[in-house]
């Protein structure tokens, strides 16, 4: 399918609006028309994860951290991330990334560590809502459809796993054409009453002007009456980070060895303060967060937990943590994260599926980070 297309379902699917501000999640290199047969997922982009690519015949790599994620000043041959884009561009490989949106969605990666530890009555340490806005056209009845398609392929009415939602109600609407204009219905300078129908659907703001172009581009009238209202619901879509509670309390030691065992992690960091008993503290309340900690230890230390399980924390952090006598474990930026590469495979395999996109997913091989990680300890 049409790379296009496919950028909106993914947008969609992993919810984009998501991302945290700073991020660089979506499609970052890629051209719109250019047919999607074979998706290859992976952590990073890298020399060879390209050759993968380009070896399988793979015209999308999928990956969780994005490759052009600082500001890039020139795109050479001799540094990265320049001479893997010139690479991508040269076999026409496209890329998408799915970074801090993936982590915080429902059913995400921080719900699939907090899984794989089988915690319970997981809640969500940060909520994240988004700004939401109720948009209301009007339209003649026998355009109604047309219209209505086109609100719903800028993403009008989607929710959750629902797409299209849309109201509608009849009346009767009036216009008074001016001189100038060049009304579709009645006549210059006469009063008209037409049968009309009003359609609303709720829109991400995101997504808002981009329906707004759409709606108005089908529409038959000169001047199409419509009405955008901002909305106060909040619609939590996923948050940062998941809290809850392991199903049996245990021992310090046991708990690591529990995370040993559950997360086939054997090198890690455990912190805790030096005059503590944290060692014969029993775990029970669990916090888990993907990768960096380092901008959310203040909304950290009013929780309620024994152990927090994160990628990478600094020693500052680290202190005011384990200060309050929690234990801290730091598994690694890419080792809390390496469990995207599986996930996201199955995740992308199920709407390829579901919505017969007829793509052939791939997991990448590369274990370039897996000794990268591991050297030294």
Not at 1 to 16: G, N, R, S, V
């Amino acid at each position: 399918m049409k790379l296009k297309e496919l950028t909106k379902i993914l947008d969609m699917q992993f919810h984009k609006e998501c991302s945290l501000k700073w991020d660089n999640s979506g499609l970052l290199i890629g051209d719109f028309e250019s047919e999607i047969k074979h998706i290859l997922v992976a952590l990073d982009i890298s020399s060879e994860v390209i050759g993968e690519a380009i070896k399988s015949k793979t015209n999308l790599i999928f990956t969780h951290h994005p490759l052009i994620f600082n500001p890039i000043k020139n795109i050479i041959s001799n540094n990265y991330p320049g001479k893997e884009i010139l690479k991508l561009a040269e076999n026409k490989i496209a890329v998408y990334c799915a970074h801090t949106n993936y982590d915080m969605m429902e059913n995400g990666l921080n719900d699939y560590l907090a899984g794989l530890l089988e915690m319970e009555n997981i809640n969500k340490i940060i909520s994240y809502s988004a700004k939401w806005f109720k948009f209301v056209i009007f339209v003649p009845l026998d355009y109604e459809e047309k219209v209505r398609n086109a609100m719903c392929f800028a993403g009008g009415g989607c929710w959750k796993d629902y797409t299209c939602c849309t109201f509608n109600t009849e009346g009767n609407g009036t216009f008074k054409p001016g001189i100038d204009s060049n009304p579709f219905i009645g006549e210059k300078g006469s009063l008209s009453v037409v049968k009309e129908a009003r359609i609303e659907c709720i829109i991400q703001s995101e997504k808002l002007e981009d329906l707004i172009r759409n709606v108005l581009e089908a529409h038959p009238y000169d001047e199409p009456a419509y009405d955008v209202y901002p909305l106060e619901n909040k619609f939590e879509e996923g948050g940062i980070g998941r809290i809850g509670s392991i199903k049996q309390a245990i021992s310090s030691d046991a708990f690591l060895d529990f995370i040993k065992e559950k997360l086939n992690i054997y090198n890690f960091k455990y912190i805790f303060k030096s005059n503590s008993s944290i060692i014969n503290k029993v775990i029970k309340k669990v916090a888990v967060i993907n990768g960096s900690i380092n901008s959310l230890t203040a909304e950290l230390g009013s929780l309620d937990f024994d152990a927090l399980i994160c990628g990478e924390v600094n020693y500052h952090n680290a202190q005011l943590i384990s200060e309050n006598g929690r234990l801290l474990i730091e598994l690694g930026h890419a080792e809390s994260e390496l469990f995207a590469i599986g996930h996201l495979f199955k995740i992308l395999t199920k709407i390829s599926d579901s919505m017969s996109l007829g793509l052939k997913i791939l997991k990448s091989n590369n274990k370039e980070l897996l000794w990268r990680y591991s050297i030294g300890r």
